[in-house]
């Protein structure tokens, strides 16, 4: 979708009761301090898309700067040898402390989500001789299922596909329903990228170990959203993108979490020199390293890992319970907006709070002409077709204000 960029935000005459009720809950808001600590944009009423790509941190422009004139110019090749190396492994530590719930030893920073589905998701079948089939759902974002129905038929594997109720999400019966003795993996997303529906991880991950399966969870929307647990939690193997809740910026690397149970059972097919056993050694056989650093493959994106570490140590410090409450108190304001101002709307997330993500889906046959007059006007929602408008609400620089301005602004372009 192109539409023009906004050259200046034009005011929003919010109604009285709407305007005090958002400044009441930006009164009371606890993590309100932490606004200002990300870049402003010019000519922004509201930023409705922080699912997609997150603001960035003032304080990653001078750790660029800082980067260009200290490691690289100063240091050049030496700063493989003084921590760019072990840059992958290290920030995977600190990823997995602040927002995954992982001990240290089991989380990597490196390659695409793509590249990294691909790679552990071959993995995980193989680990599986024997078994045939792959479980997915149909309403999984679409890279998931165009990797799994790569391996499918590059392995001679047959895909399973659960159809879920849209907005209510995979249940662990619809997963029970569909495993059993002949499943080798399942791959599902922890937040539904359309709805918003958080699946219930614990149970789901049970359902597939009592079948002999592993369990792939993507958690593209929920990682630096949702709170996870994932080594208490008993799971396998995740994978997740930096861009989106952990401001990683444009194409920053995404991440893989392999529990160490698995580490020397699961081997990765993309066998590059980063992930042997010694890099250096220029040997002719390929030996793959111990431990999470066998899911290396090639150099590792050192500058892309800058910009998130600025949002992990922002995460640490607010702290994932506090996250996660404002986020629910986000989506919930979103939810009272529609409901009582944007008539024809329909909300297509769940209302149960406990089974909802940082972001909400509406419903309009006009969504897709709003959403690109919106983006002309200052207000940055997301479309997802056939009639989605996508609200996704990153909770330290979103204020309630913001997003009351900006749905009453989709309300206006709405009205005839």
């Known amino acids: ?13 919010l109604p009285a009761a709407l305007r005090e009720r958002a400044a009441a809950l930006d009164a009371g808001d606890a993590l ?21 790509l997150g603001r960035p941190l003032t304080a990653t422009r001078e750790r660029l700067a800082s980067f260009v004139d200290g490691p690289w110019a ?15 492994t290290e920030l995977g530590d600190t990823l997995g402390r602040v927002v995954l719930g992982a001990a240290p030893g089991q989380t990597v920073v490196a390659d695409s989500t793509t590249v990294l589905l691909y790679k552990v998701a071959r993995a995980a079948v193989d680990a599986r001789p024997g078994r045939r089939v792959i479980v997915a759902d149909t309403e999984n974002f679409p890279t998931d299922r165009f990797v799994l129905q790569g391996i499918a038929a590059e392995r001679g594997l047959e895909l399973r596909w ?13 997963v029970a329903a569909a495993v059993g003795p002949d499943t080798a993996l399942v791959l599902l997303s922890h937040v539904a990228y359309k709805s918003g529906y958080v699946a219930d991880l614990p149970a789901i ?8 399966a592993l369990v792939l969870w ?39 979490y392999l529990a160490a149970g698995l580490q020397d059972e699961v081997r990765q097919p993309v066998q590059g020199w980063m992930g042997a056993a010694d890099p250096f050694a220029m040997g002719p056989e390929y030996e793959p390293a111990t431990g999470i650093r066998q899911l290396i493959s090639g150099t590792p994106p ?6 998130m570490r600025d949002m992990l140590a922002l995460v640490e410090e607010a702290g994932m319970p506090a996250v996660r409450e404002k986020s629910l108190a986000l989506t919930g304001f979103a939810m009272e907006i529609a409901d009582e ?19 909400i889906m509406l419903d309009h046959p006009d969504f897709k002409r709003v959403v690109a007059e919106a983006w002309a006007r200052g207000v940055v929602p997301d479309f997802r077709p056939p009639q989605g408008l996508r609200v996704g609400l990153s909770p330290l620089s979103t204020s309630f204000t913001e997003l009351a301005n900006g749905l009453w602004l989709i309300r206006d372009l709405l009205t005839p």
């Not at 100063?74 to 992958?88: F, K, Q, T, V, Y």
């Not at 709070?353 to 972001?359: I, K, N, W, Y």
Request: glycine share 10%; proline share 10%; charged share 20%.
């Open 302 to 307: 050192v500058i892309g890992m800058l910009p």
């Open 218 to 256: 993507d958690l593209c929307h929920s990682a630096g959203s949702v709170p996870l647990d994932l080594d208490a939690d008993g799971a396998d193997i995740a994978v997740g993108c930096t861009y989106k809740y952990l401001n990683g910026g444009p194409g920053s690397p995404a991440f893989a």
């Open 74 to 88: 100063a240091r050049l090749i030496r700063s493989w040898d003084e921590g760019w190396m072990d840059a992958p």
């Open 1 to 13: 979708m192109t539409v023009p960029t906004p050259s200046a935000a034009l005011p929003v005459n």
């Open 162 to 174: 659960i159809t879920p109720d849209a907005e209510a999400g995979v249940t662990p019966q619809d």
């Open 32 to 52: 309100a301090r932490y606004r200002d600590r990300f870049a402003p944009s010019e000519g922004l009423i509201a930023y409705l898309d922080g699912n997609s």
């Open 341 to 359: 101002y944007l008539a024809g709307v329909r909300v297509a997330s769940p209302r149960d709070p406990e089974r909802r993500g940082s972001h």
């Open 205 to 212: 991950t049970r359902i597939v170990h009592d079948a002999g």
